[in-house]
């Protein structure tokens, strides 16, 4: 699917909680990434979770410009993690986190969430 539908979105609460306490994380400035791998439950194999901190960016339509570019990026980058995790029959359950003071152009958001993305699919490979 080409789309960022709201199956996409990890939006149950006993998710969330794994997600925080059992879970692999890396850096790539300015993000940092909580996610898990699960046997796939439903349909879809990616599972995202946008969080910007309101300690980073105080005022709410700063944080939501940051949340849509974020979205975007990663609803055009993700088709190639997608085909891998059916293949493998996994989900994934992913956590992106904001971690800078300014609001990023979207150009380097995308090419952040592609090496994302890119280093999420060599670590299901291995």
Not at 2 to 22: D, P
Not at 35 to 52: A, C, D, F, G, Q
Not at 53 to 74: H, M
Not at 100 to 124: A, C, F, H, M, S
């Amino acid at each position: 699917m080409f789309g960022f539908s709201k199956a996409q979105i990890l939006s149950n609460e006993k998710e969330i909680e794994r997600l925080f306490l059992k879970n692999n994380s890396f850096e790539e400035i300015p993000f940092r990434i909580l996610w898990r791998v699960e046997e796939n439950i439903n349909e879809v194999p990616l599972k995202s979770l946008i969080v910007v901190p309101k300690k980073q960016l105080n005022l709410a339509f700063e944080r939501n410009k940051v949340k849509r570019r974020i979205r975007e990026a990663l609803r055009k980058k993700k088709l190639m993690l997608e085909e891998t995790l059916k293949e493998n029959k996994k989900q994934i359950n992913l956590a992106i986190i904001y971690q800078k003071k300014e609001i990023l152009d979207y150009t380097i958001i995308e090419q952040k969430i592609k090496v994302i993305l890119d280093r999420l699919k060599k670590k299901l490979c291995n």
